[in-house]
C-alpha cells in the first residue's frame, strides 16, 4: 500500500469550518501522481488519463487535521487499472472519504488507448489489494 501525507489549508475549508467537497479530489489526485512516480509506472512522458473518479464523503476533515492518503491497486486490465484511495486522520485512523479511480494508457498520438507495458503491469502488482 501507498501512502501520502497532507495538511488541511485554511484555504481549503468553507463556510461550514470543514473541507470543501471538491478539496478532496485535489487530495486524491495529489496521492496519486505521487503514487504514479513511486511505483515507477511512468516513463520518459506522462502518457495516462483519468477514465473516472469519484469519491464517498465518510466523515468531516477541518483546518490543520493532517490526512493519510492509502492508495492500492483493485484491478489491473489490458490497458486500464483501478486505483482504490482512503483518506484517513492520521492521529485516530478513522475514515474521512474514500476514493476510486481509473486510469488508462493512452497513446496521445494516436488517441487511443494502448496496452500496459509487462514492467508497469509487475509494478502495479506490488501494490495489488489481497482480496
Known amino acids: 500500500m501507498h501512502k501520502h501525507e497532507v495538511v488541511v489549508r485554511f484555504c481549503e475549508t468553507d463556510m461550514l469550518g470543514h473541507v470543501n467537497n471538491k478539496n478532496y479530489f485535489v487530495y486524491l489526485e495529489d496521492a496519486r501522481i505521487q503514487f504514479f ?22 466523515s468531516q476533515a477541518f483546518f490543520h487535521q493532517t490526512l493519510i492518503i492509502e492508495s492500492m ?38 488517441q487511443a488507448s494502448e496496452k500496459l507495458s509487462d514492467e508497469v503491469r509487475a509494478n502495479l502488482e506490488n501494490y495489488l489489494m489481497n482480496v
Open 73 to 110: 491497486i483493485s484491478r489491473i486490465g489490458n490497458s486500464s487499472f483501478q486505483l482504490d484511495q482512503n483518506i484517513l486522520d492520521k492521529d485516530t485512523g478513522n475514515l474521512i472519504a474514500k476514493g476510486e479511480s481509473t486510469i488508462v494508457c493512452f497513446n496521445f498520438d494516436k
Open 37 to 58: 512516480y513511486d511505483a515507477a509506472v511512468i516513463g520518459e512522458k506522462w502518457n495516462y488519463v483519468l477514465a473516472s473518479t469519484k469519491c464517498d464523503f465518510v
